[in-house]
């Protein structure tokens, strides 16, 4: 017999003994599996409850604030600001008689405020900003009524940057950045920092890279951020505006896109829907038939 003929009376002897097994006809029966013992939940062990805050604690974390406070404007913000200045500037002026020396200082000033007033920006639709990647990308949303004002602090041998953000006009959050460049490497982590701040403050919820302080009407956190910007960060914020603010996120967070057919084809545990399967069905649906079978219904 020719090679050919036998492997094509092969190919139709192994349809045929398949189809009655595949149309629903007599097979032999299968052991229903074993039921499996059902699996053992892991135990999580309880979050440890850390105390608010007391009365001194509470004052060293509201002093983050320094003068100002949640509900400002941003021109009472700036006021504020301008009038911060005035010791510094008043010494520059008393330290010299010379007119033309005294108007420097003056001019001075005034670019120092109009710097600070020109770091104001609107985190709006479809506008992006220049905060959208940095120390700060966390703590602001488009399109929910945010803004926010810079500060660089490099006087006193500080370096570092104070943010305030603003939800529907009010201050309603501060961010400090922290610079740690000046500590030696070994000592350049986060377990550094939560020693000195749970031994200033005392102690707060710690999770991976963050510590909260739960103050009642305000909350502060220190978050790790040495790995991306050679920083760490401290942001006190008002609880009640803060619900709002995440509720009004939650809001406007765009719409979740459908997942891909490519996509749920790959992960249809059935394969029901795949192309290829429905395309190769029809050619075994053919061979059964040919043996006298009845073809699987597939939907």
């Not at 939940?41 to 608010?52: G, L, M, S």
């Not at 404007?73 to 005035?86: G, M, P, Q, Y």
């Not at 500590?183 to 710690?206: A, C, H, R, W």
């Not at 956190?221 to 942001?235: F, H, I, N």
């Amino acid at each position: 017999m020719p090679r050919f003929r036998l492997s094509k009376l092969l190919l139709i002897s192994t349809f045929a003994f398949a189809a009655p097994a595949v149309a629903g006809g007599k097979a032999a029966p299968k052991k229903a599996p074993a039921a499996k013992a059902p699996a053992k939940t892991p135990k999580v062990p309880p979050k440890k409850v850390v105390p608010p805050p007391g009365p001194e604690q509470k004052k060293k974390l509201a002093g983050l604030l320094g003068d100002y406070k949640f509900g400002m404007t941003k021109d009472e913000v700036i006021a504020d600001f301008s009038k911060s200045l005035d010791a510094a500037y008043a010494d520059k002026l008393k330290g010299t008689t010379d007119v033309a020396a005294q108007d420097r200082i003056r001019a001075d000033k005034k670019r120092e405020i109009n710097t600070f007033k020109g770091t104001f920006v609107s985190f709006e639709l479809n506008k992006p900003s220049p905060w959208d990647v940095s120390i700060v990308e966390e703590e602001l949303a488009h399109d929910t009524g945010e803004a926010m004002l810079e500060r660089w602090e490099n006087q006193g041998g500080k370096n570092q940057r104070r943010f305030f953000f603003f939800y529907q006009g009010k201050l309603w959050k501060m961010f400090v950045s922290l610079d740690v460049s000046i500590l030696p490497e070994d000592k350049k982590n986060f377990d550094t920092f939560q020693s000195v701040m749970t031994g200033q403050y005392g102690p707060g919820e710690i999770e991976p890279g963050r510590i909260t302080w739960h103050a009642g009407e305000f909350e502060v956190r220190a978050v790790d951020k040495l790995k991306s910007y050679d920083a760490l960060g401290l942001a006190i914020e008002d609880t009640a505006v803060k619900k709002e603010v995440l509720a009004m996120r939650e809001a406007k967070a765009p719409p979740k896109k459908d997942t891909s057919s490519v996509i749920k084809a790959v992960i249809d545990p059935d394969h029901k829907d795949h192309p290829d399967v429905k395309s190769n069905g029809n050619a075994v649906d053919d061979v059964i038939k040919a043996q006298g079978g009845t073809p699987p219904k597939r939907k």
